[in-house]
């Protein structure tokens, strides 16, 4: 079973500033790792995503994740944040593989990232 | 636009009343999946179906069920609804084997 926890449920930065959200998962397979941005009143839009080999992954909209197997981490970060980065962020893990194919994600509980002016 | 389509957009319902929801996946994919989003459980995966077969099951509840056509457009049913189920519904889709999903922009669903 996998399970994904998402440090501080909101995130506040200055316009500007280095965004960080963070994200620890716990998988019994090295798992595939996602992350999604969803604005309000829409659906999920994939920002990026860890599959296998290299461990820093860029998306789009300038964020980046890095993943770090001995922490079982996949921290988002972007380095100047712009008022349109205003939403809510999902870190999600899927197990490779299970289910002979896709399975469902495992999200975790969203950070509502603000960026204050 | 990811390419999915879900409607309806809004359902208002009461309870115990049953309801049809609507994914059509986007060209070419023939995995869909289904999402419940709701404030206190968040995102939860409840059923994904393979080219009309159902591939993997969450957590979904034996009054819900869902279907794939031949199509490959899916239908979420829900029964017998209770209060607690109003939430938003994602719908998601994917070429199938390890890759990500498209979400579409979901059906808020309110029981009343």
């Known amino acids: 079973a996998q399970s994904v926890t998402q440090l501080g449920s909101h995130v506040s930065v200055s316009e500007g500033a280095l965004v960080l959200l963070r994200c620890n998962y716990s998988s019994s397979v090295p798992p595939y790792l996602f992350w999604y941005v969803q604005y309000p009143n829409q659906g999920l839009q994939l920002l990026l995503k860890?599959?296998?080999?290299?461990?820093l992954v860029k998306g789009i909209n300038g964020f980046e994740a890095e993943f770090k197997k001995s922490e079982t981490s996949f921290h988002l970060t972007k380095p100047s944040a712009h008022m349109s980065d205003a939403a809510e962020y999902f870190c999600a893990v899927r197990a490779p593989g299970a289910g002979g194919g896709a399975d469902g994600l495992t999200f975790g509980k969203g950070t509502h990232l603000i960026i204050q002016p | 636009d990811s390419g999915v389509t879900q409607t309806p957009k809004h359902l208002i319902t009461a309870t115990g009343q049953r309801v049809t929801l609507r994914c059509s996946p986007r060209s070419g994919d023939l995995s869909v999946y289904w999402y419940q989003q709701s404030l206190d459980q968040g995102l939860q995966f409840l059923i994904q179906?393979?080219?009309?077969?159902?591939?993997a099951k969450g957590n979904i509840l034996e009054r819900f069920s869902a279907q794939q056509f031949p199509d490959l457009h899916s239908e979420l049913n829900l029964s017998s609804l209770e209060l607690g189920d109003s939430a938003l519904y994602f719908c998601?889709?994917?070429?199938?084997?390890?890759?990500?999903?498209?979400f579409g922009q979901g059906t808020r669903l309110t029981v009343v």
């Open positions: 179906y393979y080219n009309g077969e159902e591939r």
């Open positions: 998601a889709s994917s070429t199938g084997g390890n890759t990500e999903a498209f």
């Open positions: 860890y599959t296998t080999g290299a461990t």
